[in-house]
């Protein structure tokens, strides 16, 4: 049954008690069925490590039965097979929603066999059935070609979380439990893992975690001695040193220690019934109306348990349990060592096989008594395939926030403050499924209109001088780059939508983890039973070419190289020009499933450039001729293209083109703007790359083009790698020249200004009309203008700092 604030909470209070009693002190039979799980777990585990053969030992282990190559972990294992083992035991009792996070990934083993002895693995992989053949199956296809991976990773069921690039369990978990309140994740840190800087900066969740309307999670920091070639930090400490690490970051600490059995199942039947307990009393008093609104001291549980628990005490004479030499694969040399096959075929009989299966190979009945019913088995759970739970947004008409735009560049907006007000209502009408993510920067990027709403999520101490925070908000800030990413990967693979909003240098802190993210999505799109999931949104915004006042380490557009890296069925960047295509652009990402969306705009006050219908159109394109921009009048071969994604360098291309009309009228130049960065590959090369028709209508298939684009200029040959006569495109960007300047000076130092475009123009258009040379000598001597000016003034040329269409068409 599941305990839930009700409105008589005495009788929840001793309904709770009972079952606490009965989960703290399991019978002889719980544990024997506890300890048979275990034991089966940890024999399937070393089974997908070393067999290929005679899965049951029903015949002598020969060399024949062992893999060629033995590859996965075994150290970690056991302790992720055991804590699993109780917790089944935990939900069946209580009917708690679980899901389970193994922040040692590479103890993958442990967790596919926990879901094929719940049943589930056989469920959606039907070839992997619960007989003999199957258990071969299982087997064989563990880190091998053709099979599954090692870690904990998209095929396995129940899980959100690979484990590979360590460091992200508690962001992931605590991402999942938001707007979740029935939900526990349990969250396994492994004390490798502890050691990085993301894990180390992940513990301070609990301080944005309410119990009214959010879930739990459950760390258990699993302290097993060592990594892969030596020993752990935290498990090298004094454990009064740690206990007071953890309790400075507001947990309320439990400890156990040990390998000795059954005293252990015990122990930890107690401790894990401790922590349930805690847990569900915060619940109840915040749900209930007796909470007094401060930070709960949520259970955090260190367990100690030796490194590689059950196997091998010794080989060759030297110790390996309780030390990195269990980490991957102790007796490596099995093939070519007799004494190690032998020692190899004791440990997997130790397990004691013909007690856990039966005559066909199918787990036994007490095995399969401990898994819960259905989609309460953390292999089962829905909550691990998100997709399954989502609704689509109740989102509004983003026309209603549109900018009035009667002709290009007449004004000025701060586009991403529309954005902001578009997600404020997305708030309102989506209370619990949808969150924005930003590191302290989100009245920085113009997008607090949010806070119309909903405050800050803070459960620390509020003080009267705080603005918009408190234990009951919503808006997730934090600085951190890692926990915002984290949580709202988290929050999205459980089913619920939102956006991470961050300076466009700083996303690189976690670029990894965008990186993850979309290899998580790429594999997921191979799975049929795997839902898709609402997309990772990332908006970049105090960008590049518009930190001038910070200066070069604030200026970095290398996200959009990244993104551009992985497969087209996931990758999308766009770069929307003003607030319209901004808004056009927003409502698409929120409305898409299984992406990872990098959307760049700067926050600063920039020109307008379309009306919505006229963004509407040209989001849908991706990209297209700005007739009124240019001079070719529709002309199939213009002399020149310049061509533009982005917002800085769309300003600048177009007052190159109106330079070029004023002072060469006779040159045709086409304008060309590209929203959706992913139009420009072959169709071939990715799902969004626009026809050849439609690639020549814009580009030509011959005359040159000038393309000023926001991010490394790479990036754009890149895309346009087997475009009809690619080396026609010079492309100009981010050349890594930035310092504390003037926002034109930024695009003069990247050679990217519109006297470095019109220059360009000159030098590659397919004709020179009377007076290219003198209009090129005009900017070169611009250029030299500015350079002067803003030493001596200390801003930009007005001419330049106040451009619009307009001035330049009276002047």
Known sequence: MTVTAVSDNRAATLDQQELVRKLAAPDDAEVASLDAWWRANNYLTVGQIYLQGNP?????????????RLLGHWGTSPGLSFVYAHVSRLIKQTGQQAIYLAGPGHGGPALVAAGYLEGTYSEVYPKVGLDEGGLLRLFRQFSSPGGIPSHVSVTTPGSIHEGGELGYVLVHAFGAVMDNPDLLAIAVVG?????TGPLEGSWKGISFINPKHDGAVLPILHLNGAKIAGPTVLARKDPAEVRK??????YDVIEIEGSDLPGMHHRFAAVLAEAWDKIKTIQNEARGGTWDGSRPRWPLIVMRTPKGWTGPEKIDGITVTGTWRSHQVPLSGVKGNDDHLAELEKWLRSYKPEELFDASGA????IRDLAPPGDLRMSATPHANGGLLTSDLDLPDFRDYAVDVKRPAEGRAESTRKLGEMMRDIYSRNPDSFRLFCPDETNSNR???VFEVSDRAFMEGVTGDDVKLS?????????SEHNCHGWLEGYNLTGRHGMFATYEAFAMVSASQTVQH?????????????????????LLTSTAWRNDHN???????GLIQVVLNQRGNVARVYLPPDANTLLSVADHCFRSRSYVNLIVIDKQPQLQWLDMEQAIEHCRKGAGIWEWAGTDDGDRDPDIVLACAGDVVTMETVAAAQILMKKLPQLKVRVVNVVNLMTLPRPKDHPHGMSETMFRELFTDHVDVVFSFHGYPGAIHQLVHGRPDADRFRVRGFIEQGTTTTPFDMTVRNKASRYHLVIDAINNARRLPAGASELKAWCEAQLEKHEKYVVEHLEDMPEVRDWSLEDWAES
Do not use: C, Y
């Open 191 to 195: 004390d490798g893992e502890a050691e």
């Open 471 to 479: 234990n009951s908000g919503r808006v997730m800030e934090v600085l």
């Open 447 to 449: 997008l607090g209109a």
């Open 245 to 250: 690490l953890l309790e400075g970051h507001g």
């Open 363 to 366: 787990p036994v009945q007490i």
């Open 56 to 68: 049951l030992l029903r015949e002598k282990l020969t060399s024949d039965h062992i893999k060629p």
């Open 518 to 538: 979309g290899k998580w999505l790429q594999e997921a799109s191979h799975l049929p039973w795997r839902a898709k999931v609402p997309s990772l949104n990332i």
């Open 551 to 557: 200066g070069f380490s604030h200026q970095g557009p």
